[in-house]
């Protein structure tokens, strides 16, 4: 069936899969990204405009204020950003019913599990009954919950998708700085 999407576009590697995938198996989509003052946001749009410009796909920045970041305490994996999927997630609720659409996905994936609690299907069950209570006819996804990164990777390649065109690193730089969390994991799933 033939869903009308807002996907939670972010110009990384996961959501840029994950659209082209979408794409392919014919949905509507309607694509957005939240610029809440991360440094390598710019980057990361560039990256998604330029996908959703090849796929003829409908692209918007949502402008949000500055969202604070905390350490993570377990592993020392880096930053996060407190509560940003429920944030953006909700956002996209309000995109959702003035577009029409049916269903949101975004792209976490199994890696994301381990550090981030907002990443697991409990979560996404938790906010779909959210939603629900709320009156909104519309289904979050979260289809690569389950995936690797290393997979999507994969599953990349076998759609086609130019994954030198995705942006992974925090730094904020010119090019990736190589050595921080995301750009090791991306390392790590495309080999
Ligand atoms: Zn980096």
């Known amino acids: 069936m033939t869903k009308t999407i807002v996907h939670l576009l972010s110009g990384g590697l996961d959501s840029v899969v994950m659209l082209h995938d979408l794409h392919a198996?014919?949905?509507r989509i309607y694509c957005v990204s939240f610029n809440y003052g991360?440094?390598?946001?710019?980057?990361?749009?560039?990256c998604a405009e330029r996908h959703c410009a090849r796929l003829g796909v409908k692209y918007e920045t949502v402008r949000l204020p500055q969202l604070r970041g905390s350490s993570l305490t377990d592993g020392g994996a880096g930053v996060v950003v407190p509560n940003r999927n429920a944030i953006m997630l909700s956002l996209a609720v309000n995109v959702a019913v003035a577009a029409k659409a049916d269903t949101i996905t975004y792209a976490c994936n199994a890696d994301d599990n381990e550090h981030f609690p907002d990443c697991r299907?409990?979560?996404?069950?938790a906010m779909n009954a959210a939603v629900q209570a709320a009156g909104y006819r519309i289904e979050i996804c979260a289809p690569y919950a389950l995936l690797t990164k290393a997979i999507i990777a994969e599953m990349g390649r076998e759609l086609g998708v130019d994954l030198s065109d995705t942006w992974s690193c925090y730094a904020?730089?010119?090019?990736?700085?190589?050595?921080c969390p995301a750009c090791i994991k991306r390392k790590e799933a495309l080999q």
């Not at 991360?38 to 560039?46: M, S, T, V």
């Open 172 to 179: 904020g730089g010119e090019r990736p700085c190589e050595t």
């Open 121 to 125: 299907p409990e979560f996404v069950s």
């Open 25 to 27: 198996q014919g949905h």
């Open 38 to 46: 991360q440094k390598h946001g710019a980057r990361e749009r560039d």
